[in-house]
Structure formats: C-alpha cells, structure tokens
C-alpha cells in the first residue's frame, strides 16, 4: 500500500509564505512524476503543480506560475510546494498525488489526505 503524507498547511496572511511537504512511504515514488492538486470549498479538484522524475521538469497552472515552486528530494522521497505571495483565493485544501499525469486528476493514481490552507486578507 502507497501511501503520501501531506504536511505544512495553516492559516497564512495575503502576502505571506508556506512550504508544503508531501512524504512518500515507497522508494520507488523517486522514479516517478509527482504534483500538487488543490481543491477550494464548492469547486472541483484542480492541477497545481507537477514535477518529472529524471530530468525534474516542472509545470504549473497559470495562476501560480512565478509565485510556487514545486520540487523534491529523491532521496528523502519527499516531494515540496513552496508558496510565496500567497492570495485569499490560493485557500483550498492541498493534495499531493503521484504516478500521473497531465492536469487531470482522473489520470494519477495516488492521492494524500490533504492539508488546509487558509490565506486571510
């Protein structure tokens, strides 16, 4: 059993910073893509953030581009979402996935239980 635990989420003013961390309990999630989804009260799971294994090649939605960084550490098999300049409207539930692809949440096959975070004006 795959497991991804998610961890850093809290309550955050407009215009400040968090780090989110995602640890995988298999060695094996190293050789895989990795990303961040997140979901907002009465909307649907949307595509944050994925990066490749081997090359670690990232990709970001629009509305985070310049202001998150996602990233991991292979040897930890932790996978990180660094969030700066942070908006009310990044308040959302986070989810790390892995072992997918594109922005699609139907195409990634495992899913963490997710950590709140909450950006007050």
């Known amino acids: 059993q795959v497991q991804l635990v998610e961890s850093g989420g809290r309550l955050v003013q407009a215009g400040g910073s968090l780090r989110l961390s995602c640890a995988a309990s298999?060695?094996?999630?190293?050789?895989?893509?990795m990303g961040w989804f997140r979901q907002a009260p009465g909307k649907e799971r949307e595509f944050v953030a994925r990066?490749?294994?081997?090359?670690?090649?990232?990709y970001y939605t629009d509305s985070v581009k310049g202001r998150f960084t996602i990233s991991r550490d292979n040897a930890k098999n932790e996978v990180y979402l660094q969030m700066n300049s942070l908006k009310p409207e990044d308040t959302a539930v986070y989810y790390c996935?892995?072992?997918?692809?594109?922005?699609?949440?139907?195409?990634?096959?495992?899913w963490g239980q997710g950590t709140q975070v909450t950006v007050s004006s």
């Open positions: 990066i490749t294994w081997g090359l670690s090649n990232t």
């Open positions: 298999r060695r094996t999630f190293s050789s895989v893509t």
């Open positions: 996935a892995g072992l997918g692809s594109g922005s699609n949440p139907v195409n990634w096959r495992y």
